[in-house]
């Protein structure tokens, strides 16, 4: 072969291949994962069922929480109908890479070592560390902290960001406890003036009446995603316009006010 008929060979080539990238790009619709859920008119769901109020089992034995009724709003919206597969959280990833369920609603942290794996929908629910004190105690920034005691959860996200504070500041005095809970237990109790716990645990307190509030915003943070195969770019656009229709419409702040109560609304 000439080298003149192996330089076009080679164009040649490379023009094929760029159109299947271009075809490719144009129709992400066409993947199988979606196919299925349309043709069988059946979205296979993961959750790891031991994280209320996102999933839990009900005393009745069934599903429920805030992912729960989110699925089923999107699937609604698809006209099919959702197959929870209850999983460990260790298990979720791996339930989408068997094939054992299309996607994970579950509470799921982005992870961004694990995004060349999976496809990650655009967050739902922003979970990271706030910081929270009482109602009126005149606590309105970070830089109030100086001369307080501030509780936090040993070993956590709110624990690494209080000790990052004390380095700045100078005079703050952390009160490390067993969990979330007790941090913000401390601060209703007086044994300490704030606390930077997670999202959740905040908006739960609040919500359950506790006489406190959350301060400015998120220190960290910490998005919940929708999980989907690597692949499957339709069914991952197909959540993405879910999600965002949901926002726009109001059902997802409805879903939260229902799940997380007023104290999400002071968020």
Same mark, same amino acid.
């Given at each position: ?43 296979? +769901? ?27 709003? /999107? ?29 994970? +609603? ?15 929908? /655009? ?63 401390? +601060? ?18 609040? %919500? ?7 301060? %400015?915003?998120? #220190? ?34 409805? #879903? ?12």
């Amino acid at each position: 072969m000439s080298a003149r008929r192996w330089k076009w060979g080679v164009l040649f080539a490379l023009g094929v291949a760029l159109a299947v990238v271009v075809w490719w790009m144009a129709y992400p619709r066409q993947d199988e994962r979606w196919r299925r859920i349309l043709d069988t008119g059946v979205w296979r +769901v993961a959750v790891d069922p031991s994280f209320p109020p996102f999933e839990s089992v009900g005393p009745d034995g069934a599903l429920t929480g805030f992912d729960i009724d989110l699925a089923r709003a /999107i699937a609604a919206r698809w006209g099919v109908d959702v197959r929870f597969e209850l999983v460990g959280f260790d298990g979720l990833l791996d339930s989408v890479w068997a094939d054992q369920a299309d996607s994970v +609603v579950s509470a799921y942290p982005l992870q961004p070592h694990y995004a060349q794996d999976v496809g990650y929908s /655009i967050p739902y629910f922003e979970a990271g560390v706030v910081l929270i004190a009482r109602a009126g105690s005149g606590i309105t920034d970070l830089e109030d902290l100086r001369g307080r005691r501030v509780a936090v959860e040993w070993g956590s996200e709110g624990d690494v960001q209080a000790r990052a504070l004390a380095r700045r500041l100078g005079d703050l005095s952390l009160v490390p406890l067993e969990s979330p809970d007790l941090a913000v237990g401390a +601060v209703v109790d007086g044994q300490a003036d704030a606390a930077l716990v997670d999202g959740v645990t905040a908006a739960l307190a609040i %919500g359950r009446g506790d006489p406190l509030e959350i301060v %400015g915003e998120p #220190l960290s943070s910490a998005p919940y995603v929708i999980v989907t195969p690597a692949r499957a770019r339709a069914l991952l656009s197909a959540v993405n316009e879910a999600l965002t229709a949901l926002e726009e419409e109001g059902v997802l702040d409805d #879903l939260r006010m229902r799940w997380f109560g007023p104290g999400w609304a002071r968020r």
